[in-house]
């Protein structure tokens, strides 16, 4: 087995955003101070022309001929603090929350063969893809749920506002996703009415059709499962895909392409049919929308803007929370406390300054240094982490996680035990970060959970890491859901699915032909996977569903299609 394991690291408690910047924060103070020295020598040179200056002391402001160390301290704070400003300070997960309104939707795609035809640029699949992620964009609130069909109906998503899971599927949405050739379109108006029944919300429900409508099936078989949708309060939209002159199919056979071609050896044509979408929309009082019409998405909001909608709240977004303002605001008093300091003259408005100037140095220290920094241990394992001193960052991390149970310390702990080959103890303390954490922290807590349990599978020899790796394939999963363009995710999920169909572990860390070699072991923080890879890897959680549908159509034969026609 080829590879390398991708691992999350341990989080501090911040960060800074844009590090390179924090130059500034020592640069600054110290032009500052050189310009206001340099300005005061200036001065002093120009007011010893005038005469002695003891003589020139009693004739100008007593500030004239200060030595403006205080001003000095003002202003080279006031610019540490801008400087720490401008690199965008972060800590603090700050929580997003949209509001938004949406009907509850079904989009039902032909994935027949015929759907490969390329009479639509670049074919009718690829363009039924762009059409479901307009409406997306349109309909940013709906529920939605994604099922695929040729022979047969298979729900690919359930009902959901996840756009990373929807993307995932629909992204690899082919004609071997359906295993059972031909089309029947009455069986996924079914699917969808029976889907779109399980849900409890007060919106609205609407079943979208998007097919070739090149269907080997009676028209009243499609009519009766369109009038059982209305029967169930189902809006059905039906969109019609390709051009009535047709055309042929390409496929791929013996690694060439070439086309499709019927029992009796003739290239197939097919052709755009509108007459079971029509008679669908017909029966259910829908909408139907022809191949030739334009802007499809637009028009199935708008067939869908009667629907009465649900207002939902939903979660996005786990960004640190910026505190740049923490430091640009006292930039800014320090700079008001100067200017009103430089506009005073004589002896008692100094001391008074001087007074001002510690107080103001000492509410800065306090803003800065307020309880908004984590325990040290903690700063001390992230380092210890980075010296690859895991032994001592285990401890640190565990001693900060016996007093702060909070799913950030619980995931650092597991996450140093991880480095320490500790597998079994690491993936139950990172399962328990991952129950109530944030997004971010959950995401970070089962990609390490997951390679853990694919670290135990590989190790064990025979079947008997089959069960870790089963684990790893479903924390992988969700994962990816979570995050389906991770590459990382996706390596170590691809790991763990190639081992799990060869059939348990790898024979003992390394000594085994299929293991990878003692440098390929080590896990990497960072993606390693190039854009090429990352593609071929797309898609990986659904693929192995695909395999077990597989396996079971092989199985047993495959029915018939109507007439023999299977596209």
Request: net charge positive; hydrophobic share 40%; charged share 25%.
């Amino acid at each position: 087995m080829e590879g390398a394991f991708a691992m999350s690291v341990p989080i501090a408690m911040g960060f800074i955003e844009r590090p390179y910047l924090l130059a500034l924060a020592i640069v600054l103070p110290v032009l500052f101070v050189w310009l206001l020295r340099r300005n005061r020598l200036q001065r002093q040179r120009r007011l010893a022309r005038l005469g002695a200056l003891d003589v020139v002391r009693r004739l100008v402001p007593a500030t004239a001929l200060s030595g403006g160390k205080w001003r000095a301290v003002r202003l080279a704070l006031a610019a540490a603090c801008a400087g720490i400003a401008i690199a965008g300070p972060r800590w603090g997960y700050e929580r997003m929350v949209v509001r938004s309104t949406g009907v509850d939707l079904v989009i039902a795609v032909d994935a027949s063969l015929s759907m490969m035809a390329t009479d639509e640029k670049p074919s009718r699949l690829e363009r039924v893809k762009q059409e479901i992620r307009r409406l997306r964009a349109l309909s940013p609130g709906d529920r939605v749920g994604l099922l695929a069909f040729a022979g047969k109906s298979y729900v690919l998503s359930p009902i959901t506002v996840d756009e990373g899971a929807l993307d995932l599927f629909l992204d690899n949405l082919d004609p071997s996703v359906v295993g059972q050739a031909g089309s029947s379109i009455a069986s996924t108006i079914i699917q969808g009415t029976n889907l779109l029944a399980l849900t409890k919300t007060g919106a609205d429900r609407a079943l979208v059709v998007m097919s070739d409508g090149e269907g080997f099936e009676l028209q009243d078989e499609v009519a009766a499962a369109a009038k059982r949708a209305a029967d169930n309060n189902v809006s059905l939209v039906t969109v019609g895909f390709g051009t009535p002159q047709g055309s042929t199919i390409p496929i791929r056979e013996n690694g060439a392409m070439t086309q499709k071609k019927d029992q009796s050896g003739q290239v197939v044509v097919t052709r755009y049919s509108p007459t079971l979408l029509e008679a669908a929309a017909t029966a259910a009082n829908g909408t139907f929308i022809p191949a030739e019409a334009t802007d499809k998405a637009a028009r199935i909001k708008s067939a869908l803007s009667k629907l009465r909608t649900q207002a939902r709240t939903t979660q996005t977004g786990d960004n640190l929370t910026p505190r740049y303002q923490w430091f640009l605001l006292p930039a800014i008093l320090l700079l008001w406390l100067d200017t009103v300091l430089g506009g005073r003259h004589g002896r008692r408005r100094r001391s008074a300054a001087s007074a001002e100037t510690a107080v103001a140095a000492a509410l800065v220290a306090a803003v800065v240094l307020s309880g908004c920094a984590p325990p040290r241990d903690a700063f001390d394992g992230v380092a210890a982490y980075k010296a690859q001193d895991y032994q001592r960052a285990a401890a640190l991390f565990k001693r900060v996680a016996e007093d702060d149970k909070s799913p950030g310390a619980l995931y650092n702990y597991g996450t140093a035990l991880l480095a320490l080959d500790s597998t079994e103890s690491a993936a139950e303390i990172l399962e328990r970060a991952a129950e109530k954490a944030d997004p971010e922290i959950q995401y970070r807590a089962r990609f390490n959970a997951g390679l853990a349990h694919l670290l135990r599978g590989l190790a064990l020899p025979g079947d008997s890491g089959s069960a870790d790796l089963k684990i790893a394939l479903a924390t992988y999963k969700r994962v990816l859901l979570q995050r389906p363009t991770d590459p990382d995710a996706k390596w170590n999920y691809e790991l763990a699915l190639r081992k799990e169909k060869q059939g348990g572990g790898g024979g003992g860390g390394g000594q085994s032909d299929a293991s990878p070699s003692p440098s390929e072991q080590q896990p990497k923080p960072q993606p390693t996977l190039a854009q090429r890879q990352a593609e071929q890897l797309l898609g990986s959680a659904e693929r192995e569903e695909r395999d077990v549908q597989s396996k079971k159509q092989k199985q047993s034969p495959q029915e018939t299609p109507p007439n023999g026609k299977d596209w």
